[in-house]
């Protein structure tokens, strides 16, 4: 793939986030015009597949991917919202493969969606508590 090729929004951990949080019937019209993964081929899942893909984010907190978007990626995302509440982007975190170790996923998560909470109250988001819910949701 080319390196500043534009994707498909349906790919990487920062854009699953963003998506994770938008209405079904927006998630549904960007699904319809994406397209296999531009990192290692992928596969697109099914739509239902991926609403659950998404609903499953929305309960941990945060997006986790490898090798989606670029090979040899990992990423990691937790949702920023603004003061109507409704998510405004992510904030992620790209580490190289051979850099990562999967067992570091909970504490790193949770860094980032602590962080991604104080952004967002910052960025003028009340209740950011029932967006986030508590630290003891988080899980890989």
Same mark, same amino acid.
């Given at each position: 793939?080319?390196?500043?090729?534009?994707?498909?929004?349906?790919?990487?951990?920062?854009?699953?986030?963003?998506?994770?949080? @938008?209405?079904?019937?927006?998630?549904?019209?960007?699904?319809?015009?994406?397209?296999?993964?531009?990192?290692?081929?992928?596969?697109?899942?099914?739509?239902?597949?991926?609403?659950?893909?998404?609903?499953?984010?929305?309960?941990?907190?945060?997006?986790?991917?490898?090798?989606?978007?670029?090979?040899?990626?990992?990423?990691?995302?937790?949702?920023?919202?603004?003061?109507?509440?409704?998510?405004?982007?992510?904030?992620?975190?790209?580490?190289?493969?051979?850099?990562?170790?999967?067992?570091?996923?909970?504490?790193?998560?949770?860094?980032?969606?602590?962080?991604?909470?104080?952004?967002?109250?910052? @960025?003028?988001?009340?209740?950011?508590?029932?967006?986030?819910?508590?630290?003891?949701?988080?899980?890989?």
């Amino acid at each position: 793939a080319e390196k500043f090729r534009p994707t498909a929004a349906v790919w990487g951990a920062r854009s699953r986030v963003i998506l994770a949080h @938008l209405p079904d019937d927006e998630v549904r019209r960007i699904y319809e015009k994406a397209e296999d993964s531009p990192a290692a081929g992928g596969l697109l899942p099914s739509i239902d597949d991926f609403l659950a893909i998404l609903a499953d984010i929305r309960l941990k907190g945060y997006a986790y991917s490898r090798s989606q978007k670029l090979q040899g990626a990992v990423g990691i995302a937790a949702p920023l919202f603004g003061a109507q509440g409704s998510v405004l982007g992510g904030l992620s975190v790209t580490i190289p493969d051979f850099r990562w170790d999967e067992k570091r996923l909970p504490e790193v998560s949770a860094v980032i969606v602590e962080q991604a909470r104080r952004l967002s109250s910052a @960025l003028g988001c009340r209740g950011t508590a029932a967006l986030y819910g508590s630290p003891n949701r988080i899980r890989a």
